[in-house]
């Protein structure tokens, strides 16, 4: 395997892993206010935990924002609490694998969509912060002030992630000097808002799956109904993005075959997270949701070989056009080597260590 191809798989990976990760984040921001008061029971207090959650943003409150329980606390969110921060680590390094391995891809990925990239990045800090903050409200109006903003800020990304899919897809328009810029035009085009609403349906039913799997019965019950909703209606969606793109309005692939069989898994992986949650079958139903999440960035890697970044009127800017020189990507091993498996052992710690129901072992974060 060439040192080109190692790369490109690694960038691969951390999109993926981003999109698995940080897409069940978005998915419970959009669902607190549905899933965030099932359980309206007491739970279980214990003494530094508790103790942290009093000055927090998630395990405490004024119990009166939208999705609050009476006690303060969202389920919702209390299922991502350990979590949403550091699963942005992913997104972190697959930013600095672009700059360092693709620094021509960098330069012509985020000034085409920087207005995308914008949104994405401004809905990230909107909803960390409206996450940590929300239990510091006073009153009604403030608590429903920061509940509105969480949500927002699961939306807005979810929604400009799928757009970006949709635009890697179809192809960037390309101007006459090489640049490549999206307009207005572009951004609410008919294929790209469809994978934008189609994205974020997957990343709810994700984040309702993962809800599922974390949350007391009560909510888990709910979370599993909202969910196989959800994944349906992404699946509605996913197939009026097809029939764009059998029209010429949609995905314009390279490799159709390729990109044939990918699309199909994500279908498969839709239906079986569907069916998983409709029998409470909850690990299962969030494996595939997993699969789902993770299948796009596959589908624009392998479908769109050998570029990386195509234009709406054909070519682009390929894999041997955007990778840095041999010498740097050598250079770059000891990141591959050393940053990687770090991330992976600390994301397997994370998840084991919060292992479990919240309510149960797990009464606050924060």
């Not at 054909?314 to 498996?341: E, H, N, S, Y």
Request: net charge positive.
């Amino acid at each position: 395997m060439s040192l080109e191809t190692l790369w490109l798989a690694l960038l691969g990976l951390l999109l993926a892993g981003y999109f698995v990760l940080g897409g069940y984040d978005y998915g419970a921001q959009m669902l607190s206010p549905f899933l965030g008061s099932a359980d309206a029971g007491p739970r279980p207090e214990a003494g530094p935990a508790a103790g942290a959650g009093a000055g927090s943003g998630i395990g405490t409150g004024t119990g009166t924002g939208t999705g609050t329980g009476p006690d303060g606390r969202n389920a919702a969110l209390d299922a991502i609490a350990p979590f949403f921060l550091g699963n942005e680590v992913w997104l972190v390094a697959f930013a600095g694998v672009m700059f360092g391995a693709f620094p021509h891809l960098e330069g012509s990925l985020l000034s085409g969509l920087y207005p995308l990239i914008v949104a994405i990045l401004a809905g990230l800090v909107l909803g960390n912060a409206a996450i940590q903050l929300r239990g510091r409200s006073r009153g009604a109006r403030a608590a429903k002030v920061w509940n509105t903003l969480v949500v927002l800020g699961g939306a807005l990304p979810a929604v400009c992630w799928g757009i970006v899919v949709g635009l890697l897809l179809h192809g960037v328009p390309r101007r006459a000097d090489g640049s490549f810029h999206v307009g207005a035009g572009d951004v609410f085009g008919p294929f790209a808002l469809t994978c934008g609403v189609a994205t974020a349906l997957l990343f709810a039913g994700h984040g309702a799956a993962f809800v599922a799997l974390r949350s007391e019965p009560g909510t888990a019950t709910a979370a599993r109904r909202l969910g196989a909703t959800l994944l349906a209606a992404a699946g509605a969606a996913g197939a009026l993005a097809l029939l764009l793109s059998v029209f010429g309005a949609g995905a314009s692939m390279t490799r159709t075959g390729t990109s044939v069989v990918l699309f199909a898994l994500v279908v498969a992986a839709l239906a079986a997270g569907w069916w998983f949650l409709g029998r409470g079958r909850d690990t299962l139903a969030f494996t595939a949701t997993c699969l789902a999440t993770a299948l796009p960035v596959l589908l624009i890697g392998a479908g769109q070989y050998p570029y990386l970044l195509s234009a709406s009127a054909g070519g682009g800017i390929t894999v041997d056009d955007a990778v840095a020189d041999g010498a740097t990507l050598k250079v770059l091993i000891g990141f591959g080597v050393v940053v990687v498996p770090l991330i992976l052992l600390y994301q397997g710690w994370s998840w084991w260590a919060f292992r479990g129901r919240t309510g149960r072992r797990h009464p606050s974060y924060f």
